[in-house]
């Protein structure tokens, strides 16, 4: 199953859930219509709530996913030695907008389509800072190895032959 479409089922799913406690109320006797049938009239009411859930969490679920798409592009481009602090950053980051948007989404009853440049900006912006995380942890990395292998080397360890071929390019300062 592709990310996006996980992300699609899994937002559908939770904004429904929070969308109907926030619009379903049961009604009472004294709320329905004198004139019309009381089990009709709660089935349109039930109706109207699950029809305006359901616009919600599928508003938010196509936000979701098309956020989910982006980032997959994203992280397909990340050093192999940054992708775990890129995926531990961009889940913090982009579970706060989401948040934001679910939250806006069930206020208004709908997501917000004029913001879909907004959104995009957004997940643009969280994923330049997943990046920069990425690479820094990246770049770390490869310092600490590049420390590992100068101090096995300087030390005469056991894989200092192999060591030296492949850094042959590298000038050994003594030996």
Request: charged fraction near 25%; proline fraction near 5%; aromatic fraction near 8%.
């Amino acid at each position: 199953t592709p990310v996006w479409l996980r992300a699609f089922q899994l937002e559908f799913a939770k904004t429904f859930e929070i969308a109907w406690k926030e619009y379903y109320r049961p009604p009472t006797a004294d709320h329905l219509p004198a004139n019309r049938d009381p089990q009709e009239a709660m089935q349109l009411m039930e109706l109207g709530s699950l029809s305006r859930a359901s616009l919600v969490a599928a508003s938010m679920a196509f936000a979701v996913a098309t956020a989910s798409r982006m980032a997959s592009g994203a992280r397909a481009l990340q050093p192999k030695d940054g992708l775990f602090v890129w995926d531990t950053t961009w889940q913090r980051e982009s579970a706060t907008l989401v948040k934001a948007w679910r939250e806006r989404a069930v206020q208004l009853g709908k997501a917000d389509r004029s913001k879909d440049k907004v959104r995009a900006q957004q997940v643009e912006e969280a994923m330049a800072r997943a990046a920069e995380a990425a690479q820094r942890a990246a770049d770390d990395s490869a310092v600490r190895e590049v420390e590992a292998t100068l101090v096995e080397l300087h030390s005469g360890g056991p894989n200092v032959t192999a060591k030296k071929s492949s850094l042959s390019c590298w000038p050994v300062h003594g030996h």
